[in-house]
Structure formats: C-alpha cells, structure tokens
C-alpha cells in the first residue's frame, strides 16, 4: 500500500493526490492531513501501523512538507519512500508564514511557534538507509532551495530535471518506477 503524504496547506484531494489515486487505483491512500505537525505524524503513524499489523506491503510517497514527514516516517520504520520536491528545513521555510490558506477549501489557519518547534523536532539529522529512498527535484522550484535535499540525500536515488516548479511537473511520468520501486 502506498500512502501519499501531501504538502502544506494541500489536502488528500489535491491536484498530486488525484493523480496517484487514478494511477494506482486501491493501492495508494492520499489522507488529508492536519495542518498541526504532531497530529498529521500522528494519524500517519497510525495508518502505517496499522498496515503493517496486517502485514501490508507500505510504501511513502510525500511531496514538499510531505517528504520531511515521509522522510521521518520511513527513516523510523524502515520503509521505502519516494520524495517529491521535499522540505528538507520546513521549520525555517515555514518559520514567517502566520496566516496561511488550505488550496484544496480555502480554508485559512495559523502557523504558531509551536508548529514549528513540532516541526524541528521531526528533523532527521542521520538517514539510516538512503538506499531505502528516491529523491525526486526539479531545479526551477519556486518554494525550496532543491540543493538542500541534493546535499542531504546525495546517497538516494537522486533524480534531478532541469527546470519544472515546485508542485514537480509531469510527475506521471515516474509513476511506473514509483511503483517498481514501492513493490506496487
């Protein structure tokens, strides 16, 4: 089962999310997330848990803020993760932001000093496998610097495309090794 883990203010239901969802029919789960750091790792470390309970094959696929929690996730339980674009230092990123509005409803919410130090605290500072990851960048994204997770991931499996945005144009078109690669 591969579950995608949306960005920042996205949701399940998000433009990335539809995509995997029509791809990968009944094997992907594209949750919508809390805006709360602590909670979002919570319900994810809840589903994951749960699946493998059942002995299910996870797989994560996590696009910008995402990838800093697939990145997490996959490092604690071992798992295979694909990073799209992702934040490698959310907590500076995100660190200005106060207001901010879900794109998925148009719902607005706040970032709070707490978020962030929930978001610092999430930081992976030694990646146990990086065999166990495909770092996905294009190097015109307009949100993050793509060298940070260049340097930081520089033993994955580092897939760089000239040009491209932040949401990581055309990413359909790595669908079928997304799936080789997380045993779908």
């Given at each position: 089962?591969?579950?995608?883990?949306?960005?920042?203010?996205?949701?399940?239901?998000?433009?990335?999310?539809?995509?995997?969802?029509?791809?990968?029919e009944d094997e992907v789960i594209a949750?919508?997330?809390s805006y709360v750091p602590n909670l979002a790792i919570d319900t994810l470390e809840q589903l994951i848990e749960l699946l493998l309970e059942k002995d299910e094959n996870v797989g994560l696929v996590g696009s910008s803020l995402g990838g800093y929690y697939a990145l997490y996730l996959a490092n604690k339980y071992d798992l295979k993760a694909v990073l799209i674009n992702p934040a490698i230092y959310p907590y500076k990123?995100?660190?200005?932001v106060g207001m901010a509005m879900n794109y998925y409803d148009s719902t607005s919410f706040e970032?709070?000093?707490?978020?962030?130090?929930?978001?610092?605290?999430?930081?992976?500072?030694?990646?146990?496998?990086?065999e166990n990851f495909i770092t996905l960048l294009q190097t015109e994204?307009?949100?993050l610097d793509y060298t940070e997770a260049e340097?930081?991931?520089?033993?994955?499996?580092?897939?760089?495309?000239?040009?491209?945005?932040?949401?990581?144009?055309?990413?359909?078109?790595?669908?079928?090794?997304?799936?080789?690669?997380l045993g779908e």
């Open positions: 089962m591969i579950i995608y883990i949306h960005g920042f203010g996205s949701s399940g239901h998000g433009g990335k999310a539809t995509l995997f969802r029509e791809y990968f949750p919508s997330l990123t995100l660190d200005k970032v709070t000093t707490e978020h962030i130090q929930q978001l610092k605290a999430l930081e992976v500072n030694e990646i146990k496998n990086q994204d307009e949100v340097e930081k991931l520089s033993e994955s499996e580092l897939i760089i495309e000239e040009g491209g945005n932040h949401s990581f144009e055309n990413i359909e078109s790595y669908f079928r090794k997304i799936g080789s690669f």
